[in-house]
C-alpha cells in the first residue's frame, strides 16, 4: 500500500511540474558592454511580462522584441534581428547581472550585463582627470555641475562657455551611448588654458553629474531649457571676478543652443564649432536618406505631425529608434529654430569653423551660408579636420577620432580659435 501511494505521489508530482513553466526572467533592466573583435557597444536588456528586449543606442535600436527565446536553469538565449543580421545571445544569470556569449555576423564576442545604470558607472571611472575648479548652480531643470579652468597668473582672463553636441554628452565631450572616450572637448579646455584662456563646461541636466529636479521629465523637455540652462550659466561667469572678455564656444548642437543663449545673455563674441545651418528635422531627413531612402520618406511624415504635436509610433523600426515616444516635445522645439536665420540676428563678433572632412557636414546646405550674412561673422574652413576636431585624413583617421582619448585635437582648429579670442580685446 505505501508502495502504491509512493508512486501516486510522484505521478502527481509530474503532473504538477508538466503543468508549470519556469519563468523566463523577473521583470527588470541590465546595462552592459557586447565585444566583438575590435569593436564594443552598450546594450540595454529588459524583462517585463515574461518578453525580453534588447536596445543598441550606437544603432539606433530601442526595445527589439527578442526571439526564439529559452531558458534552462541558469541559461538564457535568444536572437535580435538586427537590419539584415542577427545577433544570437547565451546568457548566464548570476548574481549582479548577466555574463556571455554573442554570435554576430559570424564573428563571436562577449557579453557582460549588470543591474542599474552601468553606462553611468562606466562613464565615471573612464573620465579623464579634472583639474580646475567644480562649480554648481541651480536651475529650473535642476543641479548642473561643471568645471572651471582657469590660467596660471594674474587675471581677469578671456573666459569661454564650453557647449557640449547633442545627445547625452558630458563636459568633456564623451556620449553615454558610446563605450569609448574621446575627451574633445576636454583636450578644447586645456588647449585654451595652455593659451591663457578660461573655459567653463558642464554637464547637461540628466548626464553625467548633473542631477534633475524632482519635477523634471524628459518626455517635458524642450530645447528652450538647455538654451536657459546655458544662459544661467554665462550669468554665473558674468558674476565672475577672473573674467575679461565672456564668450561661448558651441560644438554641434551646441552651436545653436550657444547662438540662442547669446540672445538672451550680452557676451563679447561666439564661436560656432561644426555646427548644421539647416534646421533639424531637414538634417535628420538628409541623413537617413544616405542610409535608407524608404526610411527617410517615413521620417519625413512623422516629423510633419511631431511639428503638429501629433505623436505616435510608425511601425517602421529605423524611423521609430530615431525618434523615440516620449522625445518629441525636445524635438519639436528644437525644430522651430533656423541656425542660419539665429546666426544672422548677431550683432557681436562671431567665428563659425568647421572641418572639410566632418561626416556630418557632408553637404553643402548642411553647413552656414557665407552668403547674405552681416560682416560681424568670420568662417574658417580647416583643411583635414573631423567632426570630433581631429585630424581625419583618411576613414581609419575619422573612426579613430570618436575612440582614442589620447589624440590631440587639430592644431590649425586651436591656433584659429585662440587667434580670433584674442583679437576680442
Known amino acids: 500500500m505505501k508502495r502504491i501511494m509512493y508512486y501516486i505521489g510522484i505521478l502527481v508530482m509530474a503532473v504538477t511540474l508538466m503543468g508549470c513553466s519556469q519563468p523566463m526572467l523577473e521583470d527588470g533592466r541590465w546595462e552592459g558592454i557586447v565585444t566583438v573583435k575590435d569593436t564594443r557597444f552598450f546594450i540595454y536588456l529588459k524583462a517585463e511580462d515574461q518578453k525580453l528586449f534588447l536596445s543598441i543606442p550606437e544603432m539606433l535600436a530601442t526595445d527589439i522584441p527578442a526571439e526564439d527565446v529559452k531558458r534552462k536553469g541558469d541559461t538564457v538565449s535568444f536572437t535580435i534581428p538586427i537590419g539584415t543580421s542577427t545577433m544570437r545571445y547565451l546568457l548566464t544569470i548570476g548574481t549582479q547581472g548577466f555574463d556571455g556569449k554573442i554570435l554576430y555576423d559570424n564573428a563571436s564576442g ?34 548642473l555641475q561643471g568645471t572651471h579652468l582657469i590660467p596660471e597668473g594674474k587675471g581677469p ?11 547625452p554628452t558630458d563636459r568633456d565631450g564623451n556620449s553615454e551611448l558610446l563605450v569609448e572616450s574621446n575627451d574633445n572637448l576636454w583636450h578644447l579646455a586645456h588647449d ?3 593659451a591663457g584662456i ?43 571676478g577672473t573674467v575679461d572678455t565672456l564668450g561661448i564656444v558651441g560644438h554641434s548642437e551646441g552651436s545653436l543652443i550657444g547662438i540662442l543663449a547669446a540672445e538672451k ?13 539647416d534646421p533639424i528635422d531637414e538634417q535628420m531627413v538628409k ?13 519625413e511624415k512623422r516629423l510633419e505631425e511631431v ?16 525618434i523615440p515616444l516620449g522625445r518629441e516635445l525636445y524635438l519639436q522645439t528644437w525644430m522651430s529654430y533656423d541656425p542660419t536665420e539665429e546666426l544672422r540676428k548677431l550683432d557681436m563678433p562671431t567665428l563659425v569653423t568647421w572641418g572639410d572632412r566632418d561626416e556630418r557636414l557632408v553637404a553643402d546646405d548642411d553647413r552656414f551660408p557665407q552668403t547674405g550674412m552681416p560682416e560681424n561673422i568670420e568662417f574658417k574652413e580647416i583643411k583635414d579636420m573631423g567632426h570630433m576636431l581631429r585630424i581625419a585624413r ?13 589624440i590631440a585635437l587639430h592644431p590649425k582648429f586651436i591656433e584659429t580659435v585662440v587667434d580670433f579670442i584674442r583679437r576680442q580685446h
Request: aromatic content about 8%.
Open 110 to 143: 562577449t557579453v557582460m550585463l549588470r543591474e542599474g545604470r552601468y553606462t553611468v558607472e562606466h562613464r565615471r571611472l573612464e573620465q579623464p582627470q579634472r583639474t580646475g575648479k567644480p562649480v554648481s548652480i541651480e536651475t529650473d531643470t535642476g543641479t
Open 157 to 167: 582672463f578671456s573666459t569661454v562657455l564650453i557647449i557640449a553636441g547633442s545627445g
Open 192 to 194: 585654451l588654458q595652455d
Open 198 to 240: 578660461a573655459s567653463l563646461r558642464y554637464d547637461k541636466i540628466g548626464v553625467g553629474e548633473s542631477i534633475p529636479a524632482k519635477d523634471f521629465t524628459f518626455e517635458g523637455a524642450t530645447f528652450d531649457d538647455f538654451v536657459n540652462d546655458a544662459v544661467r550659466w554665462l550669468e554665473y561667469l558674468s558674476l565672475d
Open 265 to 277: 545673455h550680452p557676451v563679447d563674441f561666439l564661436i560656432s564649432v561644426a555646427g548644421n545651418g
Open 287 to 299: 541623413q537617413i536618406s544616405r542610409i535608407d531612402e524608404e526610411a527617410s520618406v517615413i521620417l
Open 307 to 322: 511639428s503638429r504635436s501629433e505623436y505616435r509610433e510608425t511601425g517602421n523600426l529605423l524611423v521609430d529608434s530615431f
Open 394 to 406: 583618411n576613414d581609419l583617421e575619422l573612426q579613430r577620432s570618436y575612440k582614442d582619448r589620447t
